[in-house]
């Protein structure tokens, strides 16, 4: 009985293929996803194949055109690698995984752009629907594992849902705030054939309201205390830049005269050398802005979140100032810091009404004071890392050299620790979209694959990946990836033969009791050459700057291995635990 | 802040998952859920959650704006108990035998306004509703005679200031940017509005 069934099927099957070659509308589910991709302007995908993706895999056989796949060695890479490339081009990053294991090797990423708001749109396979829930192999539970880390997910058993999920997908992803999405399709529905009545894109779900109307009413609030406003500080994050609104923004600060400190992620949607940036906020950001946190009487908060790296001890943050806060997301108004006033809306909106209801000022008094106690931090800090007087090297001398060869025109990626630190304190950025990094999750291993994903992203632009010892053998097997695409990217490691930044803490809060962080590195210039990427190692500073231009000059990849001063410590520090204006210079 | 008893209610898209990306809310941050209840709402294919939780009103702002922020959630509000009007259910089989003997079935239903659901030789199942302390009631008088069974059901709630969501949905479906499911005017009235 069973088995006449399934010749009847079969039969079945069989008909509905020959129809099909008759009806040209009657497309795979795996057709119409890449079709739908291509509808979004989708050009390059990162992924990995396996048993349940290989329908998609197969179709893509037919695209290679139109759809430059990346294949990368282990899928972390890969996710790793779309927020590269959607934080360099703005665009949303696209990654195909097989089910299980592919799926669970996404998790990373998928935390670290949630966290991050990055747009992404992840297709995971699943097993055939009818084995869901069977322990079938290679099945997890991929939709409820990433449910905690996912804007939107959502499982296709059908292939009949799949233009309009993917266009629900990628409006959900790259509109209000952006974030990744997950879509997990099973076999049977990559396989189904089915009439694809072709690609419409989404702009409403009527239960998401990513775009809201902008309040006249707070725009007016806001600016009446701007305008009465002594000493205004203006911090920002990666909303200006998300928002498209760097033009916006910068129109806003200079017609007030306020002076300006961004987050890790707010990085490079300001000039490094704009007279109103006044330098990075956070654990070890720069002297004057965290201090005068402390001291502004209105403190103007444009797409950033109140992080607790940024914000330090909160019952001792910024009491004394009437707090504005400008958030695309209404839950994060309030959420950490108490605000005056919420301006709730896209700030490529609020921005230009915000700026038309402010006087013209110069805070000069003001600016000067940021000026002031950027003096002091360079006197006791700065200069110091920066023009070392010991033969050892330092990460900040490093970064000197990157700018005055790259004149701050790079993309620059960074992994997590020490390295990250310095590198974010002194690199130059002249454009937005040149910071990559992972903020708010703080992913070892992140840069090197995101540097790989950037260049894709910015084909035209310099990438630099700047990397710790540590970090980079998290993720060291993308060095294939390179190899394999003969992407043009350059790796500075900066080796510290420690796992630098949980021991500074150790040396500073553990009694320099070191525990495990004393970490060995394999002959990365061996390693690199094993994968056909050009290396070299430095440890003195006579070669330190021909290195650099060497590595820059280059065409292809290139590897530096820097070494660096075994215990050398990131200051200024805000101690965890401590008001910004604790902030210790050593 | 003192903590309350909040009721919380969720109108939602009716969609697979959307329950655990609900639940997840609270239990990242550690927050116990007395009780939970899904159901249809005054609108079709709009799905009603009713959750109780005892938190400050604070952290129960916070909550709601996460639930809201989640893409099938229409709208999240939170309500005290003297907003409400509010349903507990509950449910009790005991042997007959014992009922029979020892309880004077008459007043029991007038008194604690119990229906016998089910008689049986064996068995009889009451049900009662109302506020906890209603059931407690009850509960306590059957307890003694031994409870074969005994279930309550989550809360279910009306609230008492709402007008629906009718008016709301259509608001909803525009496509345009539209003032009304856009409650920032929660941001300088905050004591007095309920809705995020």
Known sequence: MQAE????????????????????????GSVALLESCIAEGVKTIFGYPGGAIMPIYDALYDYNEKLKHILVRHEQGAIHAAQGFARSSGNVGVVFATSGPGATNLITGLADAHIDSTPLVCITGQVYAHLLGTDAFQETDVINITTPVTKWNYQITDANEIPEVIAKAFYIAKSGRPGPVLIDISKNAQIQKFNFKGYTKCNHIRSYRPKPIV????????????????????????????????????????????????TILGLSALPTDHPLNVGMLGMHGNYGPNVLTNECDVLIAIGMRFDDRVTGRLDKYAKQAKIIHLDIDPSEIDKNVKVTIGVWGDCKETLPMLTSAIETKKHTEWVRKFYDFKKEEVDSVIYNELNPTSDE??????????????????????????????????????????????????????????????????????????????????????????????????????????????????QLFNDKRYSFVNIESPDYVQVAKGYRIAAKKVESRSELKNSLQEMLNHKGSYLLEIMVGKENNVFPMVPQGCSVSEIRLK | MSKLEYTITVYTENQIGLLNRIAIIFSRRKINVISLNTSSSEVENVHRFTIVIHETEEVVRKL?????????????????????????????????????????????????????????????????TGHREEIDKLTKVLEPLGLIEFVRSARVAIIKASEGFHQRLKEFEKTDPSETPIENEFLDKQDEVFTM
């Not at chain 1, 099927?9 to 293929?17: C, D, L, Y």
């Not at chain 2, 996460?66 to 907003?83: C, G, M, P, R």
């Open chain 1, 5 to 28: 069934e399934k010749i009847i099927e079969i039969k079945k099957e069989q008909i509905a293929t020959e129809s099909s070659l008759q009806n040209l509308n009657e497309v795979s």
């Open chain 1, 215 to 262: 309040r006249k009413k707070y725009i007016e609030q806001s600016a009446e205390i701007i305008n009465r406003a002594q000493k205004p500080f203006v911090i920002f994050g990666q909303g200006v830049i998300l928002g498209k609104a760097e033009k916006e923004f910068l129109a806003f600060i200079e017609k007030g005269g306020l002076p300006s400190a961004c």
């Open chain 1, 393 to 506: 090297l330092t990460m900040g001398e490093v970064i000197k050299y990157l700018n005055e060869l790259t004149n701050g025109d790079a993309i620059v990626v960074t992994d997590v620790g020490q390295h990250q630190m310095v590198t974010c304190r002194y690199a130059k950025f002249n454009s937005s979209k040149s910071n990559i990094t992972s903020g708010g999750l703080g992913t070892m291993g992140f840069a090197l694959p995101a540097a790989i994903g950037a260049k894709f992203g910015a084909e035209e632009r310099t990438v630099v990946a700047v990397i710790g010892d540590g970090g980079i053998q998290m993720t060291i097997q993308e060095f294939g990836t390179i190899m394999q695409t003969g992407v043009d990217i350059k790796i500075i490691i900066l080796n510290n033969q420690f796992l630098g930044m949980v021991r500074q803490w150790q």
């Open chain 2, 64 to 128: 709601c704006r996460q639930i809201e922020k989640q893409v099938e959630v229409l709208s999240a509000y939170f309500n005290t108990e003297d907003e409400i009007v509010w349903q507990e259910l509950a449910m009790y089989k005991v042997s007959t035998d014992v009922i029979a003997e020892k309880v004077k079935v008459e007043r029991l239903l007038r008194e604690y306004g119990a229906r016998a659901v089910v008689i049986r030789k064996d068995y009889t199942v009451f049900e009662t």
